[in-house]
């Protein structure tokens, strides 16, 4: 927007007689949690409000809506070492679509910040998602019926997957896909029904049904006629048509170390056996461990069974058809990757390991209902939280998700299923440890990994002791290398005292008399911290040489290009 539109939607605004559900005056307000959770408050409200639009302003007064100006500068803030705007994208979820934009106006500086509103699922902030009950913000798990209708107004109500299928009939479903769904269907009713007597029976009365029957009691189709979800699971090959544009597929892909593909499959309707066929594509391979620390390896296979299926099936039964794209299972050396279309449902991955229950929506209900009944995924909100208890136990990677876009733009969750052991020692102990809750080895397992952190999460892991460091390079604290065995590693990635490194460089200028730039570096930075990148290594190089030169213990002669180092009078004078 050019200035004269902002401060013509600026006066709009000041003239409205008070706050609303979509407007928001600041004199001066930078706390990142909170501009974090009006971002969320206000893009929920604005599809309840049926608006295009929700803005939080800073240099107008609440009140009197007169031009105050302000100080905050959104575009110059950090948080950590992050710039506000990345970090506040990054803390919502679904990614929140806003744009501050600086308005210059007689009586002072405004910065609007222009938010759009939620599109596929309501707006979170870190995992806690918000709403505007008039012109205060609250938690919108606060307000059932608000939730209930913003929900519905996202369209999550539409089911895709429960709609009928105009023309196809019972003859368009593969024979031996209803008979695996028989067989599954027998297994989930036996499994439900706690009385063992009643078992014998239960297995004969399935038995006997006839297909309309078996099918409707299992969910798949209604009242005898086909749905989208029938045709998914036990459909034809030659009956895909009646899906299109959807394309019904899970694509198998090999590829090797450099991430060139090696080979390629892809597998059509009906998905309930083409599972089972991608399944034994994967090269499952046995590994060998020493998870008792003896010499003697234990023999175990690169991935979990249940938990590959699992994954594989939450692609189904979470992809978003509409959006066209097919589900694809991505298979390099050391881990396998799931991905699917769609918006991840849940506020996060996290919330689903907390709360150990589903939400309250589903984007394929339809569908979900025909598999958990098929025995094709857990009982709806178990699954994910299994997933990272087996790898856990099985003292392996916990399971990475990520959220983020296709090339034309639509939502995408991946999942990374490793099949390589952590360091050793580090999961012997860590991973057994009884006092550390799932979500801490979560953290814990992240650090591992070298991925980003928030500063909640960080502020909880060094309160626990648990970790140190400095922010993007935190490492595991003396307190776990030493339960880990770690110990070297643990000096090695916190470095050592700059006193050290000054002694090193003042005993080689006192030894040869002069040092380049290149010299120093070959004598320093093989010490500095493991955790840092090569970059960062020779930043702190740098530092350490202007503190030196400042405290008078060395000089420098001469142009950068082609300068020298030698001691300094401070050095000469016990300085």
């Not at 990757?337 to 991840?344: A, D, R």
């Amino acid at each position: 927007m050019d200035q004269q539109a902002l401060l013509d939607t600026l006066e709009r605004l000041r003239s409205l007689p008070r706050e609303a559900a979509t407007v928001e005056f600041k004199s001066n307000f930078d706390k990142a949690e909170d501009i974090g959770q009006y971002i969320s408050a206000l893009a929920n409200s604005a599809v309840l409000e049926g608006h295009d639009r929700a803005w939080l302003l800073w240099g107008v007064e609440d009140g009197t809506h007169e031009v105050k100006g302000t100080q905050f500068d959104p575009f110059a803030r950090k948080e950590g070492n992050q710039a506000l705007i990345m970090w506040l994208q990054q803390m919502t979820s679904p990614r929140a679509d806003f744009t501050f934009h600086p308005c210059e106006h007689p009586q002072g500086k405004v910065i609007m910040l222009e938010i759009h509103p939620a599109r596929s699922a309501p707006i979170a902030f870190q995992n806690q998602r918000y709403v505007r009950i008039d012109s205060h913000k609250t938690k919108l798990s606060d307000h059932p019926d608000k939730e209930a209708r913003l929900w519905a107004m996202l369209g999550q109500k539409d089911d895709w997957s429960g709609e009928m299928v105009s023309g196809a009939t019972l003859d368009d479903l593969d024979p031996e896909a209803v008979e695996v769904a028989r067989k599954r269907f027998t297994e989930y009713l036996v499994k439900s029904e706690p009385d063992a007597g009643r078992h014998s029976q239960i297995r004969a009365d399935v038995a006997g049904w006839d297909i309309p029957t078996l099918l409707n009691k299992a969910r798949i189709t209604k009242q005898g006629k086909v749905t989208r979800s029938a045709l998914l699971l036990l459909g034809k090959d030659e009956a895909a048509h009646f899906l299109s544009p959807v394309d019904a597929k899970i694509s198998w892909i090999l590829r090797d170390a450099h991430n060139r593909t090696e080979s390629s499959q892809h597998f059509g309707i009906p998905l309930l056996l083409s599972t089972d066929k991608l399944y034994g594509r994967i090269r499952n391979v046995t590994v060998e461990h020493m998870p008792d620390g003896t010499l003697f390896p234990t023999a175990i296979q690169r991935y979990d069974a249940w938990v590959m299926r699992e994954a594989m099936h939450n692609c189904i039964a979470h992809q978003d058809y509409r959006m066209g794209g097919k589900i694809n299972v991505v298979e390099h050396p050391d881990r396998l990757v799931f991905s699917n279309l769609g918006q991840f449902i849940p506020p996060s991955v996290e919330w689903m390991l907390e709360q150990q229950s589903p939400p309250e929506h589903y984007r394929n209900q339809w569908l979900i209902d025909g598999m958990i009944r098929l025995r094709m995924i857990d009982q709806v909100g178990s699954g994910i939280r299994r997933m990272f208890e087996t790898q856990r136990e099985r003292f392996f990677p916990l399971p990475d998700y990520t959220f983020d876009a296709n090339e034309q733009g639509y939502p995408r969750v991946e999942v990374t299923i490793f099949g390589q052991v952590l360091d050793v020692k580090y999961t012997q102990i860590l991973m057994k440890r009884s006092d550390l809750e799932l979500r801490e080895v979560l953290l814990l397992d992240r650090v591992q990994k070298r991925h980003s952190l928030s500063a909640k999460e960080v502020q909880e892991l060094k309160f626990l002791k648990l970790i140190e460091g400095r922010s993007p390079n935190y490492f595991i604290s003396a307190k776990v290398a030493d339960w880990t065995g770690q110990k070297a590693r643990y000096i090695r990635n916190r470095g050592l005292d700059d006193g050290y490194y000054r002694k090193l460089v003042t005993d080689y200028l006192q030894k040869y008399g002069q040092a380049t730039r290149k010299d120093i570096d070959d004598l320093l930075l093989s010490k500095m911290p493991e955790i840092l990148e090569p970059e960062q290594k020779a930043h702190k190089v740098r530092n350490l040489l202007q503190a030196m030169r400042r405290d008078g213990l060395i000089q420098r002669e001469g142009s950068k290009t082609s300068a020298v180092w030698r001691m300094g009078s401070g050095a000469a004078s016990g300085a």
